[in-house]
């Protein structure tokens, strides 16, 4: 680690390269078995850190539930935005 690319990360890409590092290294010693994923069982799976604080405590997806897990923000509100249509279609009659 470290030189002018590291030092141009944001503070939140620093700790998701700090979590990795410890991840991969308590992966490497046994410490942390790799999974597969939670929500379909596919290996190989990917650690998703909840919480970069916890580098050891991941969940693992594979990578299309993982790409899932951090759209489920964008994706939820297009569900809610679906569903705000179909109930102001319903709140339309007159
Ligand atoms: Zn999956
Ligand atoms: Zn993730």
Do not use: F
């Not at 590291?6 to 890409?13: D, F, G, M, N, R």
């Not at 990917?46 to 923000?73: F, N």
């Amino acid at each position: 680690m470290g030189g002018a690319a590291y030092a141009s990360l944001t503070p939140e890409q620093k700790a998701r390269a700090i979590a990795r590092g410890k991840l991969n290294l308590a992966v490497y010693h046994g410490r942390v078995k790799r999974q597969s994923c939670e929500v379909c069982g596919a290996t190989p799976a990917e650690a998703h850190h909840d919480d970069y604080g916890k580098p050891l405590e991941v969940r693992w997806l594979c990578p299309t539930h993982h790409r899932d897990h951090h759209q489920k923000g964008a994706a939820h509100e297009q569900d809610q935005a679906i569903r705000g249509r179909a109930g102001a279609a319903v709140l339309d009659r007159p």
